[in-house]
Structure formats: C-alpha cells, structure tokens
C-alpha cells in the first residue's frame, strides 16, 4: 500500500526532482505548511462558476485557474461517509452500515487514526471550524478524534440563523465550542468563517492544520439580500436563491485564503476545497428549523447522471481543487481521485507518518497533482444502511448497482462520462470481471 518502501523511494524521486520539500520522508518543521481543507455541503458539479458561469464564485474560480482543477474528484453520495473517508483514508463499509449513509451514529472509534490525530501527532495545531457529522454527541465529538479546537455543529445540516438540527431529532442542540453548547447572533457561514480566521490570525508557532466544512450551500437556504441581487441575472427565484448561498460560500472562502497568506506563523498554506458529494436537486423543505423552505430544481449535477445518494457520477463527481502558490502548477488533473486520498496525501505534505498497521484504501496523490501520469486503479462506493447502491471503477469501468433490487449496469467512463449507454448486456464478460472486484473489495467490509 502506500506506506511501502518502494513507495517512498518512490515519493523521494518525485518529490526530490519537484524540489517541493528538502525531505520527503519527514518536513522539517520550518517546512510544515499551514493546511487548509474546506468542504462545501451538498454543491453540485454545475454549481460553480468554472462549470456555470451563471453562478458568481470568483474566488473559487480564481484559486481553480492559479492551481489544480481537479476534473475527477470523487466523493461518496452523502455527508457522512464522504468525512469518514477524509479523516481516515478508508472507505465507510469498513466501519459498518452506519457509516455508510448520513447518521449521527459514532462513527469510528476512539483508537482510530484520523488525519488530525496523525497531523497533530506531527507537530500541527488542528482546529475544525463547521460540521462534523461523525457523532453527533458531545462525548463523541473533534476533539475525542485529535483536533485540538473545534466549533460549529456536532450533528448535520442546521438552521442557518437558529444554528439547531432537525427539530424532530435528539440531536437538535448542537452548535459548540469545544463541545460545550452555545447560543449565538449570525449567519452560520458568517460564524464559522470568522472563527476560521481568528485561528490562523492566531498561528504563531506551530503549523495549523485548519479544517472547514462548512454547513452551506445545504438547505435550508437563507441568503440576505446583498447576496441575492449579486445572482439577479438568474430567473429562477429558487436557483437564485441557492446560487446566493454559493457566492456568499465563495466570499468567505476568500477571507480565509486571505488570512491564510497572513498569518503569522509565516508559513506557506495549501488550500483544498471540495464538495461532499453531488447537489440534491430538489427540497421538501420543512425539515430543518424555519425558514426551510420547498425548492425545485434549485441545484445541479449537469451534464452528469443522477444525484445525491446515488452513485451515478452526478452523486459522486464534485468541484474540486489545490491551491498552492509556487508549488502547484496553474493545471487540470483528469486522473480520477478519491476522497479517501487526501488521508495519505496531506500526511505526506505535512512530514507526518502513515500508521503502519492499516490498510488504507487511499494513497498519496501528490505526484498526480504535479502532473505525473495516474496508474490504473480501483474505486469503491456502498451507500446506504442496508447497503442497498454499490459502485466501482476500474481504469475506465464503472459498474453499478443503485438500488438492493436494480440490475447491475456497465459503462465505460472514457466513452461514455454521462452514462448513457449500459453495456452490461453486450459485454457479460467485462461485466463479471468487474462483479469479481466487486466481491473482492467487499471482503474488507465491516460486517
């Protein structure tokens, strides 16, 4: 796996001709950048300016344009196993069914390493500034998990002025510090922003490894009017209305960029942002405290299939970037990424350790990100609590089932990026190869 020696040889060539680092094995500490890892909540592929330029996302735009725009960025169909695979570069059906769909279930052990324990391990601060999502009781909340600061809200999407959870749930208090409940004034965008930059305004000596997922663009949608009038040219009300909450998203996503090249420490920062996993489409409303209201067609997934929950590429292909000045080169990296792969890569970058006694599911994209050539690998997807949609690629296969009582269905992604035309009735044999690796990664499940 990634933490072989012949890896690291490997990653000291590549590394060593890229002079990215004086030594790859382990940074030293004047090497450390600050770390900065945003997550938007439930932002669709056509739900940035790059895609749609009807949606005003400058500074994602401009951070997209000055460093990697990464064309293929995987993710799982919702909230909670996409932040399982980000904090412990494993796929969530290793943890059991509960990880594998939104839940305010303990995701993970204590003994688990996360990508902060790892990095704080290493030397860094580690702070989370928005939702969590991994458990949603204060005993089981960040900073059980190796961050030294968190706030925000311990269970999922909220009410973005009430800052409570679904009320119907007993997890409805759940805005924090440091998982202590608090009541506050403001917009939770706003609230967890400011927060985000207090911390690297505060960065004096250590590296920060600052992670923000934020509660937005996830409905419930409540945008003030500065926001609403920047998307006037947008005739929907409903689309104008979330394209809103992506330009507000936007502007604070450049105040903390901004801090981060400002603070203190005097460290270089790599920004990553990422959606979650594809947009939802379509609202009910009335789930969330109010106002939550209903929309329709107020996100989107186009040109990709499907949404949210599924593991068609618009549920799992999302937005996604690297920014790092004068060392990541203005590019597109077309080679298919995963969540799971930011565990090893920013453990790297960090001069940290992977834990040698885990198979991890992903590894170490740096090189990808510095243009070399991706090897043929396999990707992996269970959503559901019954593990009901299943998906994997392979080179540029995908099978997928997305339904427990659907068939299984074949595409190749190089011909066919929009799953127009399933080929598992003219290619039987390609198709049971690809329900052998199937049945082979399902052998690492959590039972």
């Given at each position: 796996?990634?933490?072989?020696?012949?890896?690291?040889?490997?990653?000291?060539?590549?590394?060593?001709?890229?002079?990215?680092?004086?030594?790859?094995?382990?940074?030293?500490?004047t090497?450390?950048?600050?770390?900065?890892?945003?997550?938007?909540?439930?932002?669709?592929?056509?739900?940035?300016?790059?895609?749609?330029?009807?949606?005003?996302?400058?500074?994602?735009?401009?951070?997209?344009?000055?460093?990697?725009?990464?064309?293929w960025?995987?993710?799982?169909?919702?909230?909670?196993?996409?932040?399982?695979?980000?904090?412990?570069?494993?796929?969530?059906?290793?943890?059991?069914?509960?990880?594998?769909?939104?839940?305010?279930?303990?995701?993970?052990?204590?003994?688990?390493?996360?990508?902060?324990?790892?990095?704080?391990?290493?030397?860094?601060?580690?702070?989370?500034?928005?939702?969590?999502?991994?458990?949603?009781?204060?005993?089981?909340?960040?900073?059980?998990?190796?961050?030294?600061?968190?706030?925000?809200?311990?269970?999922?999407?909220?009410?973005?002025?009430?800052?409570?959870?679904?009320?119907?749930?007993?997890?409805?208090?759940?805005?924090?510090?440091?998982?202590?409940f608090?009541?506050?004034?403001?917009?939770?965008?706003d609230?967890?922003?400011?927060?985000?930059?207090?911390?690297?305004?505060?960065?004096?000596?250590?590296?920060?490894?600052?992670?923000?997922?934020?509660?937005?663009?996830?409905?419930?949608?409540?945008?003030?009017?500065?926001?609403?009038?920047?998307?006037?040219?947008?005739?929907?009300?409903?689309?104008?209305?979330?394209?809103?909450?992506?330009?507000?998203?936007?502007?604070?996503?450049?105040?903390?960029?901004?801090?981060s090249?400002?603070?203190?420490?005097?460290?270089e920062?790599?920004?990553?942002?990422?959606?979650?996993?594809?947009?939802?489409?379509?609202?009910?409303?009335?789930?969330?405290?109010?106002?939550?209201?209903?929309?329709?067609?107020?996100?989107?997934?186009k040109?990709?299939?499907?949404?949210?929950?599924?593991?068609?590429?618009?549920?799992?292909?999302?937005?996604?970037?690297?920014?790092?000045?004068?060392?990541?080169?203005?590019?597109?990296?077309?080679?298919?990424?995963?969540?799971?792969?930011?565990?090893?890569?920013?453990?790297?970058?960090?001069?940290?350790?992977?834990?040698?006694?885990?198979?991890f599911?992903?590894?170490?994209?740096?090189?990808?990100?510095?243009?070399?050539?991706?090897?043929?690998?396999?990707?992996?997807?269970?959503?559901?609590?019954?593990?009901?949609?299943?998906?994997?690629?392979?080179?540029?296969?995908?099978?997928?089932?997305?339904?427990?009582?659907?068939?299984?269905?074949?595409?190749?992604?190089?011909?066919?990026?929009?799953?127009?035309?399933?080929?598992?009735?003219?290619?039987?044999?390609?198709?049971?190869?690809?329900l052998?690796?199937?049945?082979?990664?399902?052998?690492?499940?959590?039972?």
């Amino acid at each position: 796996m990634t933490n072989t020696p012949a890896f690291r040889r490997l990653l000291l060539l590549v590394f060593g001709a890229c002079s990215v680092f004086g030594s790859m094995s382990a940074a030293e500490e004047t090497e450390q950048p600050n770390i900065v890892l945003i997550i938007s909540d439930d932002q669709g592929w056509n739900d940035i300016g790059y895609h749609d330029p009807d949606i005003k996302s400058p500074t994602l735009d401009r951070l997209a344009a000055e460093g990697v725009r990464l064309d293929w960025q995987y993710v799982m169909p919702q909230c909670t196993p996409t932040r399982v695979c980000l904090m412990t570069g494993r796929y969530p059906s290793r943890f059991g069914n509960h990880c594998c769909r939104a839940s305010n279930e303990h995701a993970f052990s204590f003994d688990t390493p996360t990508l902060a324990s790892v990095l704080k391990a290493a030397g860094y601060r580690t702070a989370l500034c928005g939702k969590w999502h991994l458990g949603s009781k204060p005993e089981w909340g960040p900073n059980h998990h190796g961050f030294d600061h968190s706030y925000g809200s311990l269970a999922g999407a909220i009410g973005m002025y009430d800052h409570r959870y679904r009320l119907s749930s007993p997890f409805v208090v759940t805005w924090h510090r440091n998982h202590e409940f608090i009541e506050e004034q403001g917009h939770a965008t706003d609230l967890v922003t400011a927060e985000a930059v207090k911390l690297l305004e505060d960065a004096r000596d250590q590296p920060l490894f600052l992670y923000v997922p934020f509660q937005s663009v996830h409905n419930p949608i409540v945008e003030e009017d500065k926001w609403i009038e920047q998307n006037s040219h947008i005739e929907s009300p409903d689309r104008r209305l979330y394209a809103a909450a992506v330009t507000h998203m936007d502007d604070c996503v450049r105040q903390i960029v901004e801090a981060s090249q400002n603070a203190p420490n005097g460290r270089e920062s790599l920004v990553v942002f990422i959606s979650d996993n594809g947009a939802v489409v379509n609202s009910s409303g009335n789930v969330y405290p109010p106002p939550d209201p209903k929309l329709s067609n107020f996100s989107s997934n186009k040109p990709l299939r499907s949404s949210k929950t599924h593991v068609y590429e618009g549920g799992i292909r999302v937005p996604a970037l690297a920014w790092w000045p004068g060392r990541l080169e203005p590019s597109v990296c077309k080679a298919p990424l995963h969540a799971v792969d930011w565990f090893a890569t920013l453990v790297e970058v960090g001069g940290a350790e992977l834990p040698a006694d885990i198979a991890f599911d992903g590894q170490n994209i740096w090189p990808q990100l510095t243009g070399e050539p991706a090897d043929q690998r396999e990707l992996y997807w269970v959503w559901g609590g019954n593990r009901d949609r299943v998906a994997l690629r392979a080179g540029d296969w995908k099978v997928l089932r997305d339904g427990r009582k659907k068939q299984w269905e074949l595409y190749n992604l190089k011909d066919d990026p929009y799953e127009k035309n399933n080929l598992a009735s003219t290619n039987p044999e390609r198709l049971e190869e690809m329900l052998d690796k199937v049945r082979e990664q399902k052998l690492g499940d959590a039972s």
